[in-house]
């Protein structure tokens, strides 16, 4: 008997171990002249799964063909091997056009999605946010005029960005004007956010009951998840 309470004691300390970590997504874009690079590493349950997403090119080839997106993606679970997957896209008005019907599918196959939405976002952490942009216009004059907008800008997007997350901390925001004679523009952009899994399970539980209770919901959310 008492090793039967022991072992229920153990697997419910466990549970609520499990529950009480932390997703953790790490965030980074930077811009540097043409070089551009997106990483994204998510991190669960202790570090015992990692994601990690890189797209080491975005080049843009014309009008027609748009954005040509490679992704590296590597995946590590427990402490076995790590798999890498590579994949190409193609970025275009077409590609766009699809995404946003797709947007709309998904915003008719469940109920009261925005609001969905709106309160997982409000669980989301961001625990550190900085972004920094030197830049240059290519005079000293319009460099100037140029810094204060870009400043605006910046308040801007925190702003509205801190109504809908938490911020535990103030963002570091940096703007620097280049004064020189040619133009040139560098950004980075460092993001660390986190959520609760327990509160991750449970919103796709309630986004799980949301799709059911529309009609065809599933079935559409099927279509949306594998047509690739």
């Not at 080049?59 to 798999?83: Q, T």
């Not at 005029?145 to 940096?174: C, D, E, N, R």
């Not at 539980?205 to 690739?228: A, H, Q, S, Y």
Request: glycine letters at 6%.
């Amino acid at each position: 008997m008492w090793i039967s309470i022991i072992i229920v004691f153990v697997l419910v300390l466990l549970i609520i171990t499990v529950l009480l970590s932390k997703i953790n997504m790490d965030i980074r874009l930077s811009k540097q002249g043409k070089n551009e690079e997106v990483v994204f590493n998510v991190t669960m349950l202790y570090g015992l799964i990692r994601y990690h997403y890189e797209l080491p090119m975005l080049k843009f080839e014309n009008m027609k063909k748009g954005l040509i997106v490679k992704v590296e993606k590597k995946k590590n679970v427990g402490m076995g091997a790590s798999r890498t997957d590579d994949s190409e896209t193609q970025v275009n008005k077409r590609k766009i056009d699809f995404w946003i019907r797709e947007i709309h599918e998904i915003l008719a196959a469940t109920e009261s999605f925005k609001i969905w939405m709106k309160r997982t976002l409000s669980r989301l952490s961001i625990v550190k946010f900085m972004w920094s942009t030197h830049f240059s216009v290519g005079d000293a004059a319009s460099t100037a005029t140029a810094t204060g907008l870009v400043w605006s800008a910046k308040a801007f997007i925190v702003g509205w960005l801190s109504h809908q997350v938490q911020m535990k901390t103030y963002p570091q925001l940096f703007v620097v004007p280049v004064f020189e004679d040619r133009p040139q523009f560098t950004s980075e952009i460092s993001c660390n956010a986190q959520i609760s899994f327990g509160y991750a399970l449970y919103a796709g539980l309630v986004l799980m009951i949301r799709v059911l209770k529309v009609k065809g919901g599933v079935k559409k959310w099927k279509n949306i998840l594998f047509k690739r």
